[in-house]
């Protein structure tokens, strides 16, 4: 179970657009608009998740301090495919 490399944008492609809206919205994520979209948390950092069973975990990392890391569970959602 990976999580890393599936970042949020690519759910879209998994799930209905009103129910995306609806994880964003309720999660306080925010859209950055460069060359590729990406959706980040209110420290920056980039959303990633992950669909276990009927769970899709929400989660983001990144380092604060050179060498060290830290991973955030941002959010749960019950999840039927």
């Known amino acids: 179970m990976i999580f890393y490399n599936n970042p949020l944008r690519d759910l879209k492609k998994e799930i209905d657009d009103e129910s995306f809206e609806t994880i964003v919205r309720e999660s306080e994520f925010t859209v950055r608009n460069s060359f590729i979209e990406k ?13 276990n069973n009927d769970l899709l975990y929400l989660f983001s990392y990144g380092e604060y301090q050179p060498g060290r890391y ?4 941002e959010d ?3 999840y039927v495919a």
């Open 39 to 51: 959706y980040v948390s209110e420290e920056g950092q980039k959303i990633h998740y992950l669909k």
């Open 70 to 73: 830290m991973l955030f569970l």
């Open 76 to 78: 749960l959602y019950n």
